[in-house]
Nanobody, 124 residues
């Protein structure tokens, strides 16, 4: 069993930055991948970024590439999402997810473990 806890959400003005953290506990190993997804009101949950804990391979959605950076600290079983140049359209609840043996890191339905989410609000 894996437990995920996000932190670091908040409210910022457009152009600002936030750093989200996701702390994992339980049986999580290097063959896991961890991802960030977001869901705005009335919209479907969408992929933001993912990182493979073993080799560090990273994927980003086109909408955040160049602005967001995902990183990991395996010693702390944690994953981070640094968000720069935030836009109002980045406003959403952000969720951390984890699973192993994934073939499609962008598909939220493939992830078994989820955090409770943290809210990010970007005002114009």
């Amino acid at each position: 069993q894996v437990q995920l806890v996000e932190s670091g959400g908040g409210s910022v003005q457009a152009g600002g930055s936030l750093r989200l953290s996701c702390a994992a506990s339980g049986r999580i190993f290097s063959n896991y991948a961890m991802g960030w997804f977001r869901q705005a009101p009335g919209k479907e949950r969408e992929f933001v970024a993912s990182i493979r804990l073993g080799d560090g391979i990273i994927y980003y959605s086109d909408s955040v590439k160049g602005r967001f950076t995902i990183s990991r600290d395996n010693a702390k079983s944690s994953v981070y999402l640094r968000m720069n140049s935030l836009k109002p359209e980045d406003t959403a609840d952000y969720y951390c997810a984890a699973d192993r043996g994934l073939n499609d890191y962008r598909d939220y339905s493939k992830y078994h473990y989820w955090g409770q989410g943290t809210q990010v609000t970007v005002s114009s």
